[in-house]
């Protein structure tokens, strides 16, 4: 009987519950200026913006509030890129009262369908997104400068004299970034991870630990990419797929990777998406 | 920016999240079958019904879909308590819109007066709420057999024979449940409660567990009283001060109310309830 509004504001929540989540916050381990009350309070704060988009508002705006909305809370950036994968997939899901989940709508071909649907003012709202909270991010290619997102609302002029929507923004930055991949590819590791999340047993926030490990030993994470480099990033997905082969203890893991404050943020990102997907199509709590 | 109905679901979160909170679920402590992941979904399914008090619907209507949002989880009961005591703190908080806290208008006068005003038909409502959830009460007076709560609906028609509001039902068993104390008495534990976590330092999840504490030494815990009896309740109460004092780890005591699944579920209620006070007169988190 939850909205899918609801399902995603609980998948939020469920993800940081979920531990260990080696180097991300979660209910066992958080940095003393990013603390797991600060997800807490961005799960609530980003509650209209999922009702906006579940309600079929443009994705792009049901962002922006979101956004707003998670940032009303002293940690900064908790669940940035979890929305951004969540927005087109409750609005694939939701229908205008934004009541009744579980009916069937949440499809890759859906999501695909709404992301492919964005436009400039959607990319507009995007950039203002960025006004609300600091967010990690590489240096833009040199002809995409204008473009930055760091420049937030001073670079919509330039969104929309070039006429960039949404999607293409994504495209264009999909190589170094497994959100916008997750985007312009039918969001195929987050329904896997649905799928894998299902198919478990046990806790759903252990199901979600596990689901994460298995992620992250699959690729390495662009989040990390950006702030620490290649290197690191592989490295840390050979840990995590030692982790599931039992070589590496996960706490051990977890508590290394948070003194080196390394976070694979975009794998929690994924897993937020995954289980909102999974709630979706029925999964009990 | 968080409307009333917001608050009050964070402080649900906030309060689950503080720890250690002595023999409830904390964020490191769960029992098998009633999880920290219940009381997220708890929350979440709690939300609609917090929005209709907040726009003024009444009392007995919102409690009771909370109650039903609130229990589409395994683990039954999570938050009926906390729910009971925030439905007329957000309905005095709130406006006809929903939207913007902390106008000041929750001060105990004005809950009092939402309390006072409940009717028969608030009162049949919170029978009904006692169809989606197992809730642990005592045996009513014999002159009450006819109310006893654990008959839900089907004390429907009794309630509208004798013609009993839900403040009269409540001033029946003041004397034995810590939250139909503080509806009819103005809350004083709740508002003393979020002045104190407003006061402290530090995250507000340890300013909560530090309140639940206190709270705990100065009166015994009424869900104890129920389910254990008077000597249980005061001996807890006994050990909590004991930890207060520094004489007693309150993570040791925490891992023995749990093995023994003694659990100080009102005084859990307690701080939830002055969580959103404390959030409604502008908490930062």
């Known amino acids: 009987m939850r909205t899918s509004a609801e399902n995603a504001q609980l998948a939020l929540l469920l993800e940081v519950t979920a531990t260990p989540k080696p180097g991300n916050v979660d209910r066992a381990r958080e940095y003393p200026d990013l603390r797991f009350e600060h997800f807490m309070a961005g799960a609530v704060g ?34 940035f890129g979890a929305l951004l994968l969540l927005m087109p ?24 369908a709404v992301v492919e649907a964005t436009t400039v003012d959607d990319a507009a709202a995007f950039y203002r997104a960025f006004e609300h909270v600091d967010v990690a991010v590489d240096d833009p290619p040199a002809d995409m400068e204008a473009l930055d997102v760091r420049r937030g609302a001073d670079a919509v002029p330039a969104i929309e004299e070039r006429g960039v929507t949404l999607y293409e923004l994504f495209e264009r930055s999909a190589d170094r970034d497994g959100v916008a991949r997750e985007w312009v590819s039918g969001f195929p590791r987050t329904f896997a991870a649905a799928d894998r999340i299902a198919a478990l047993d046990g806790p759903v926030s ?5 689901v994460f490990l298995e992620l992250l030993a699959d ?10 480099g290649e290197p690191t990033a592989q490295e840390v997905s050979e ?28 794998t929690a990102d994924l897993v937020a998406a995954g289980l909102f997907v999974a709630l979706e199509r029925g999964l009990d709590v």
């Open 239 to 266: 840990d995590a797929q030692a982790a599931l082969d039992g070589d590496l203890d996960p706490e051990t893991l977890a508590d290394d990777l948070v003194e080196r404050s390394v976070n694979p943020g975009t």
């Open 46 to 79: 980003a509650s209209q913006g999922l009702r906006m988009a579940a309600a079929d508002d443009p994705v792009g705006a049901s962002f922006e509030r979101a956004i707003e909305g998670m940032a009303d809370q002293r940690g900064g950036n908790t669940q």
């Open 219 to 228: 690729e390495p994470d662009t989040h990390v990419v950006t702030k620490h």
């Open 206 to 210: 252990e199901r979600a630990a596990r």
């Open 89 to 112: 997939l409750v609005r694939a899901a939701g229908n205008e009262n934004g009541s009744s989940s579980g009916n069937g709508a949440l499809t890759p071909e859906r999501a695909a």
